[in-house]
């Protein structure tokens, strides 16, 4: 049940470029979409999320950005810092009463000093 | 900052045995969850409690899991008779808004079934 796409197991920048990690979902439904970064034993922490009507979202250095049509979204973090290398999980929920939230298998960041 | 704290961080258990894993949510938080982590696998999503019932259940929590919160602060998973198969980070999570939305994660119980 591949619902939420990360078809990239793992990315590596250098310290201060870009970072863009993607995702792809497949169910219509899904009408709120959430990343999350998990360090080695610890749980996953929130970073930010989007709602299904709108394309874009910023905080700080992190952006996530959605594209209804193509069911795809982005994860761009700038600049890069050594600190946010994680494993980085999208999320998806399809509302409507349904509370889970349906997980991405990861794509794990490295960034270089 | 409210956290959502879990124990213990790592059980070892032997195949048949019941396990109780626990969590105490962030205070404030109206909607509860576990998840679980394979190792290698995605996160997947087990159970949902609101209003001190299940809301939400996924295939994997058949009649060997139970969830119950005891007072006002503990939320528990129990598993009744432990499978090998059950070796998995288990993750409880919380949330304030609307189900399905920003959950809060704990740190995750290693649980590893002999």
């Known amino acids: 049940d591949q619902q939420v796409k990360q078809n990239s197991p793992s990315l590596s920048v250098q310290e201060g470029r870009i970072s863009i990690l993607n995702c792809d979902y497949t169910n219509s439904m899904f009408d709120y979409f959430l990343w999350y970064k998990k360090y080695p034993a610890e749980g996953p922490t929130f970073l930010i999320s989007i709602s299904s009507i709108k394309d874009k979202n910023e905080d700080g250095r992190f952006t996530v950005f959605l594209n209804k049509s193509a069911k795809h979204l982005s994860l761009h973090i700038v600049p890069s810092q050594p600190g946010d290398s994680a494993v980085y999980f999208c999320a998806a929920s399809a509302g409507g009463g349904s509370e889970k939230l349906v997980f991405g298998k990861g794509t794990k960041l490295t960034v270089n000093p | 900052e409210p956290e959502v704290t879990q124990t213990p961080s790592h059980q070892v258990t032997q195949m048949g045995q019941e396990v109780i894993l626990r969590c105490v949510p962030i205070s404030n938080h109206l909607y509860f969850y576990w998840y679980r982590q394979i190792l290698g696998q995605k996160v997947e999503f087990l159970v949902s409690?609101?209003?001190?019932?299940?809301?939400?259940k996924s295939e994997i929590f058949d009649d060997q899991f139970s969830v119950e919160r005891p007072d006002g602060s503990n939320f528990t998973l129990k598993i009744r008779s432990t499978k090998l198969e059950d070796s998995a980070m288990y993750f409880c999570a919380s949330s304030g808004l609307r189900a399905g939305t920003e959950a809060f994660f704990g740190q995750g119980t290693r649980l590893t079934v002999v």
């Open positions: 409690f609101y209003n001190n019932e299940i809301s939400e």
